[in-house]
């Protein structure tokens, strides 16, 4: 990663949830979307897809538990340029970018910005259609 935001998240507690690694080498920051069933997440493979959340912590093997924060404060992994207050939606490798237009699925707001692609930042994660 490039760079981390320099200010942390406000707090660790509520609103996550464990769910089960659809895949090896989850990586934190990304979006996760639903998996194959209830139990079990993927990171975003296109630009847009409805996410559930933010993953909170990496894995190393599919099947791994894994923590989705599905509301509240997390870092996220940016795909291109952002500043600190505009609407996120994933891009194409589960990283958040900036949303275009009416009818995007937002995944989070940013609280803090980043630069440059893959630089970490603070979001507020609450899924909604723009």
Do not use: K, W
């Not at 079990?40 to 190393?60: F, N, P, R, Y």
């Not at 692609?117 to 994660?125: H, L, S």
């Amino acid at each position: 990663m490039s760079a981390v935001a320099t200010t942390g998240v406000i707090s660790r507690s509520g609103n996550r949830r464990t769910y089960q690694a659809g895949a090896a080498a989850m990586q934190r920051g990304l979006v996760a979307v639903q998996g194959a069933d209830d139990q079990h997440v993927l990171i975003a493979a296109a630009a847009g897809a409805q996410g559930i959340g933010i993953v909170e912590e990496s894995t190393v093997n599919a099947g791994d538990p894994i923590s989705i924060v599905f509301e509240g404060e997390a870092y996220a992994v940016v795909g291109a340029p952002v500043n600190a207050g505009q609407y996120l939606v994933s891009d194409n490798q589960g990283r958040v970018v900036p949303s275009a237009a009416a009818g995007d699925q937002v995944i989070c707001r940013a609280v803090s910005s980043g630069a440059l692609a893959n630089d970490e930042i603070v979001v507020y994660v609450n899924p909604f259609i723009r």
